[in-house]
T-cell receptor
């Protein structure tokens, strides 16, 4: 069955430190994966898609089919990165969501 | 430029009441979704619709129904509200099969059932 796992409910790092938010998926086909972000009191929004191979706000995510992972990384965290992050997998017309990771950047 | 609008930001209802949550999008999207968002559980799909008058059950449809009479509007109905339906409800839309372009979300409705 399709599944997305984000093993960390909470991740706390200091400003300037590297950040890695983990995401693992279970899917038998060719996956399409996304990261969404929700800042405090704002709506949930798309951060990046693996098919775009883009870097948004300094974040990147590489699809590793061997490890079935799509971890989100940023080399130097900033305080404004504090937010809730969700990993999602496309399945038919839907997205399968992970439980989310709350990222806190300490000054 | 708000594109998905949820009619209420906060709602407080009594147990047993019938509750209507409204969602309107102005992007001519075919697909619309209702989720509930709970800490530690992520987003759970309640219902979705891929066309007018069409609806499909999601993962947790019990206690809910939906209505899509017009393309731009997708309503979530709690037939008889219960305290375990206290949650944040999110509406989203996406065009046709282009899920890879991402969902557009509303700002959410925080429902409290007392």
């Amino acid at each position: 069955a399709q599944r997305v796992t984000q093993p960390e409910k909470l991740l706390s790092v200091f400003k300037g430190a590297p950040v890695e938010l983990k995401c693992n998926y279970s899917y038998s086909g060719s996956p399409e994966l996304f990261w969404y972000v929700q800042y405090s009191r704002q709506r949930l929004q798309l951060l990046l898609r693996h098919i775009s191979r883009e870097s948004i706000k300094g974040f990147t995510a590489d699809l590793n089919k061997g490890e079935t992972s799509f971890h989100l990384k940023k080399p130097f965290a900033q305080e404004e990165d504090s937010a809730m992050y969700y990993c999602a997998l496309k399945w038919n017309y839907q997205l399968i969501w992970g439980a989310g990771t709350k990222l806190i950047i300490k000054p | 430029d708000v594109k998905v609008t949820q009619s209420s930001r906060y709602l407080v209802k009594r147990t047993g009441e019938k509750v209507f949550l409204e969602c309107v999008q102005d992007m001519d999207h075919e697909n619309m979704f209702w989720y509930r968002q709970d800490p530690g559980l992520g987003l759970r799909l309640i219902y979705f619709s891929y066309d007018v008058k069409m609806k499909e059950k999601g993962d947790i449809p019990e206690g809910y129904s939906v209505s899509r009479e017009k393309k731009e509007r997708f309503s979530l109905i709690l037939e008889s509200a219960s305290t375990n339906q206290t949650s944040m409800y999110l509406c989203a839309s996406t065009p046709g099969s282009q899920v890879n372009y991402g969902y557009t979300f509303g700002s959410g409705t925080r429902l409290t059932v007392v």
